[in-house]
């Protein structure tokens, strides 16, 4: 099947293709009722307008509550002075925002070049990514804190370092999850932003500290050691390497360590390769990887981490793979075992998020040597050294000049795309409380309402 040609064509393919994601999006699990949203807001006014302790307040009908470290409070304390759909229309637009920050380091500098109908494509198949559905639907910061470390290593790619590594240090400080991007940092060598984030994150936790004492106290020794604030460990929406022990009846703590100590020795042995490679993107997208497996609680929504993943497999010219990957991640088909994820089915279909996480991390093509990377992945001789200047006057025939071949022009445009996330990794880059998103659960008599819901 050929692409339209014409204007005409592809505003009819971007309009059936619209209604096609419009009837998926409406036939399976999509709105949760900005569920966490709910959380955050009820937390913050609790705590702010009735003096309440802000981990004592519970979603009414519900045992959740609030579960991020006290600093995620205090930068949401401007939703204490607001409305609940207005915090829910406020949520919709940051998070519209980080999505097209985050694509627009993904694609590279040449972004303006794939025009109103490439980016109308990629914006049906993001609707149908069901890590995404669920950060927009649940009211989800996820993509917030992707942007941020995005937008951090960036800033080292381009030798802007003087402030590399605050990025890293607020979402840390936010959320637990990117702590391992500073583990990054320092397996990278990159001593200053690694002591930046560090400053960053510790100074952020002291000044939620000065804010709230209590509330510090109790997150620090009490709230953060306790999941069962968070949600159950065997619920299906946990697609971490503790969920899958956990659906399996292990629930013991020296199996699940032992599980991450492997995992965090194959990061560290194919980050150091992509490192020494200078493939800066390659070890972004791994470090995303393994927060999602190490985590003892990963709901699907957190899984927006495997984007970079993504664009690492399309930047090496696996589209296929990546397409296939892709869509798995599309059918929320890990709810098929929502009641029952026993045997061997059970054991395959219910986990499937977490073995495609494993795959990547074993299998992303990082590493490789610049001279052994598709075309389309390396630099261009204009972007890394001057065009060669003559030695006498231009005598030499130009037969003798190497041409470049017909359809280089579009080939250059994607390696562009993909210098840049690659840029983010140079410079390093190239390139919650756990939170809970039991409601991720298809929806019953009442959508995503269940006793199992967890939140944030």
């Known amino acids: 099947m050929r692409a339209p040609r014409t204007e005409r064509g592809r505003l009819l393919l971007v309009l059936v293709l619209v209604a096609a994601v419009t009837a998926f999006t409406a036939t399976v699990p999509l709105m949760r009722d900005f569920f966490d949203l709910r959380v955050y807001y009820g937390a913050v006014d609790t705590w702010v307008h009735h003096g309440g302790r802000l981990y004592d307040y519970r979603v009414p009908g519900t045992p959740y509550g609030f579960t991020y470290p006290p600093f995620a409070a205090v930068v949401m304390l401007p939703m204490a002075l607001i409305g609940l759909h207005l915090a829910m229309a406020v949520s919709l637009l940051f998070n519209l925002a980080a999505l097209a920050l985050v ?16 980016w109308s494509l990629a914006a049906c198949v993001l609707a149908l990514f069901e890590p995404l559905r669920d950060t927009f639907s649940f009211g989800q910061v996820n993509l917030l804190l992707l942007a941020l470390v995005l937008v951090d290593a960036r800033l080292l790619a381009t030798g802007r370092s003087r402030w590399a590594g605050v990025g890293t240090g607020l979402a840390a400080a936010v959320k637990l999850t990117p702590v391992v991007f500073i583990g990054l940092l320092l397996l990278a060598r990159r001593w200053r932003a690694a002591a930046c984030a560090s400053a960053v994150a510790l100074g952020a936790t002291a000044l939620a500290a000065w804010v709230d004492p209590r509330a510090s106290r109790f997150y620090w020794t009490v709230a953060l050691w306790d999941t069962n604030r968070v949600g159950h460990l065997d619920y299906v929406s946990n697609q971490s390497l503790q969920g899958v022990l956990a659906r399996l009846g292990e629930t013991g703590r020296p199996l699940w360590a032992a599980a991450v100590l492997l995992v965090l020795c194959l990061w560290a042995w194919r980050t150091r390769r992509a490192v020494a ?18 985590s003892p609680i990963t709901w699907v929504h957190h899984l927006v981490w495997l984007l970079p993943s993504f664009a690492v497999l399309l930047r090496a010219g696996h589209p296929r793979i990546a397409g296939a990957l892709y869509a798995v991640l599309c059918t929320s088909v890990v709810w098929l075992w929502f009641d029952d994820a026993s045997g061997v089915d059970g054991f395959l279909g219910s986990n499937i998020y977490t073995w495609i996480t494993l795959g990547l991390l074993t299998g992303l093509p990082v590493g490789q040597p610049r001279a052994a990377r598709p075309f389309f992945l390396a630099r261009s001789a204009s972007a890394t050294a001057p065009a060669p200047r003559p030695a006498t006057p231009a005598m030499t025939p130009n037969s003798d000049q190497p041409e470049s071949p017909s359809g280089t022009d579009a080939a250059t445009g994607a390696a562009d795309g993909v210098r840049d996330g690659a840029a983010v990794g140079r410079g390093l880059s190239t390139s919650a409380s756990s939170e809970p998103t039991g409601s991720t659960r298809p ?13 944030s």
């Not at 694509?103 to 070049?113: F, N, P, T, V």
């Not at 993107?281 to 995303?288: E, H, K, P, Q, S």
């Open 103 to 118: 694509l627009r380091l993904l694609a590279g500098s040449r972004w303006r070049r794939h025009g109103w109908y490439g």
């Open 277 to 294: 490679a200078g493939d800066w993107t390659g070890a972004f997208a791994l470090t995303g990887l393994l927060a999602c497996l190490i």
């Open 443 to 455: 929806p019953a008599a009442k959508p995503q309402s269940s006793s199992a819901r967890a939140s």
